[in-house]
């Protein structure tokens, strides 16, 4: 069973363009939640989805920001028009349930030029 | 949102062991205290959770006082591949939500 697998792991974008995430979650899991991670930080929650469900949202940033998971394919973290301060790791996991432990991917690290 | 306390960081020889302590005396009835861990450039990774009981596993053993405002995260014999920072975290439920927040961590520093 393979973990929950992200990419790119690196992303490069120069000031202005766009950023897509991708995170597939494990086999069987239908509960994606986003983190993102400034340098030297604690991991800060961003969105928790189910299968074409956003559940809880409110640690998005409100503009440039977006998040998805539909029925087929990966969840998607969308970020338009980015800015320097954009620069983090974004940490995906998946969950069996909306209860149960949080299996995290080995991050998407963006830099923004 | 129930928070947690930790030591900004530890250190300890490598084959003792380790306890790495976290508060938590806002806890709920019906939360768990989870640990993680994240090693350098790596996403974080689950290492043990529980209730009320204490709780053992391959990675580690979970003391939690009788009160549950305070847990202790055990590692039997450090080695230098558990330097990590690892997260003392409280799942809270609202409603069928269930939203991990983490604080920022003990930083363990391992010393051959």
């Known amino acids: 069973n393979a973990g929950v697998m992200q990419n790119p792991r690196h992303l490069v974008r120069r000031r202005g363009q766009e950023a897509r995430l991708r995170c597939s979650p494990m086999?069987?899991?239908?509960?994606v939640y986003w983190y993102r991670q400034l340098p030297e930080e604690g991991l800060k929650f961003m969105v928790y989805?189910?299968?074409?469900?956003?559940?809880?949202e409110s640690g998005m940033p409100k503009e440039r920001f977006s998040a998805e998971f539909p029925k087929e394919g990966p969840s998607i973290l969308r970020i338009q028009q980015v800015v320097r301060g954009d620069s983090a790791a974004y940490f995906c996991?998946?969950?069996?349930?909306?209860?149960?432990?949080?299996?995290f991917g080995p991050g998407t690290r963006l830099t923004v030029l | 949102d129930a928070k947690t306390t930790q030591p900004n960081s530890m250190e300890s020889n490598e084959e003792e062991p380790v306890h790495l302590p976290c508060n938590h005396s806002t806890i709920s009835g019906t939360d768990y205290i989870h640990w993680y861990r994240q090693l350098p450039s790596q996403g974080p990774e689950y290492v043990i959770h529980?209730?009320?009981s204490n709780v053992n596993n391959r990675m580690a053993s979970l003391a939690i006082a009788e009160d549950r405002k305070s847990s202790t995260l055990i590692l039997h014999r450090a080695t230098l591949r558990d330097a990590a920072v690892y997260y003392c975290?409280?799942?809270?439920?609202?409603?069928?939500?269930?939203?991990?927040?983490f604080g920022k961590g003990t930083r363990l520093h391992i010393l051959p």
């Open positions: 529980g209730l009320t």
């Open positions: 975290i409280l799942s809270v439920f609202m409603n069928r939500d269930d939203k991990i927040i």
């Open positions: 086999k069987g899991h239908s509960h």
């Open positions: 989805l189910q299968k074409e469900n956003i559940i809880d």
């Open positions: 996991a998946s969950s069996p349930g909306a209860s149960d432990t949080q299996y």
